[in-house]
């Protein structure tokens, strides 16, 4: 089986921990305390998620569905993250993709994957996206402030020397920097392998809990969807962006010697700040405006909005098949009711009244009045016919 025990010293707090990956074995197959944490944070999001969904207006079965195609967005996010920004190795090792037990998922790429997949999720489940982000915001600081421990546990994420207080010590620490200090060298650090360094893992963990509480304290005040998640990424990514700089592991943009995360980090930070004070402008002018204070939101949290509109959904599917049937049944009364002769004789029938009133009728005295004189000179002709013909007849005689 499995033996992974190191030994953590904070040598200024006079501590020491005897740590190992592996929690327990299912048989031969071994469970790490990374997982088991990462899994703790997850639950302890979801709980969190689903005890505040009615506080704005989401119904807390459809979020499970899109926290967990969230999820899953998130795995593959946080791994395809990592293995491109480290294509160099990756691409002469692609039998190594796959291989997360060695480690290699980067949070911000879970991140990015997780809203991609969970926006897609929150179509399909008829979830409004912004309400559904800020719920995720303070789900998202849970889930790394628990899952920042599981790098202790391997003995990662650590940063560089330091004198304070709380700098850790460890074999495999001392290793990692002896391995890799010509190329903290080339970054800008200067690095004693057998100095203690900064527990950056536990300044990550403590931000994220700070964060969490600012956020579940803040969310009855919040002003318009989608402000939390704003502030959540202003909140760890200013703090990412200090504790990335410290950090001895940090991947670098390809080529450069810029750290990819405070790269990122700094970008969504000016992003949302923008965001947020166009959006705090528009407040002020038009009052505050919450998804949950709407009908539709109100109808959710009453639990009454989807039952109606699946009712409606199925009574206008169910006309539709009845109407199809109907028509297959009928073909000849279908074509009788769309003939567009019947339809204009239908019309004219009822439109046109009867009337022997000339005068509502100029066009037809008009015709009278030309035929009268045609009339009258016919009569002469046949008139003046006769009397010929009795002349004749008188001198015959």
């Not at 920097?177 to 690095?191: D, P, R, S």
């Not at 750290?259 to 949302?272: E, F, H, K, P, T």
């Not at 028509?327 to 029938?349: H, L, M, R, Y």
């Amino acid at each position: 089986m499995e033996q992974m025990n190191s030994i953590v010293s904070f040598p200024g707090l006079g501590l020491e921990f005897e740590l190992n990956r592996v929690a327990f074995h299912i048989g031969s197959i071994p469970v790490y305390w990374y997982g088991i944490l990462i899994a703790t944070g997850f639950i302890l999001a979801i709980l969190y998620a689903s005890r505040r969904a009615k506080e704005f207006g989401i119904d807390a079965d459809r979020m499970l569905d899109v926290v967990l195609g969230g999820a899953i967005g998130g795995i593959v996010g946080a791994r395809a993250y990592f293995v491109l920004l480290r294509w160099d190795y990756y691409g002469q090792n692609l039998d190594q993709i796959f291989n997360t037990r060695s480690g290699g998922m980067a949070i911000y790429g879970g991140i990015i994957g997780g809203v991609l997949i969970g926006y897609l999720m929150c179509r399909i489940r008829k979830v409004k996206a912004l309400p559904a982000l800020d719920l995720a915001a303070g789900g998202f600081l849970i889930g790394q402030c628990i899952g920042r421990w599981g790098n202790f546990v391997n003995i990662e994420a650590f940063g560089g020397n330091t004198g304070l207080l709380w700098g850790m010590a460890s074999e495999k620490i001392t290793a990692y920097l002896t391995q890799h200090e010509q190329e903290l060298e080339a970054i800008g650090m200067n690095i004693d392998p057998n100095m203690p360094v900064h527990p950056t893992f536990l300044y990550e963990s403590i931000w994220c809990l700070m964060g969490f509480l600012f956020i579940a304290w803040y969310t009855k005040r919040r002003k318009f969807d989608g402000e939390l998640i704003l502030i959540y990424m202003m909140w760890y990514g200013s703090g990412r962006a200090v504790i990335e700089g410290l950090r001895t592991d940090s991947l670098m943009i390809p080529g450069t010697n810029l750290r990819a995360s405070q790269v990122l980090a700094i970008v969504l930070v000016a992003a949302a700040l923008i965001i947020d004070i166009v959006k705090t402008i528009q407040v002020k002018k038009n009052g505050k405006a919450l998804f949950v204070d709407s009908e539709e939101g109100q109808l959710i949290v009453k639990g009454e909005f989807y039952p109606k509109k699946e009712k409606k959904e199925k009574k206008a599917k169910d006309g539709e098949i009845l109407a199809e049937q109907t028509d297959a049944e009928n073909p000849e009364v279908e074509k009788a009711e769309n003939f567009p002769g019947n339809i204009e004789s239908d019309e004219q029938t009822v439109e046109q009244p009867v009337t022997d009133n000339t005068e509502d009728c100029p066009q037809q005295e008009a015709e009278e009045t030309e035929v009268l004189p045609e009339q009258t000179e016919a009569d002469g002709e046949v008139d003046s016919s006769a009397e010929e013909s009795t002349e004749e007849s008188v001198e015959e005689k």
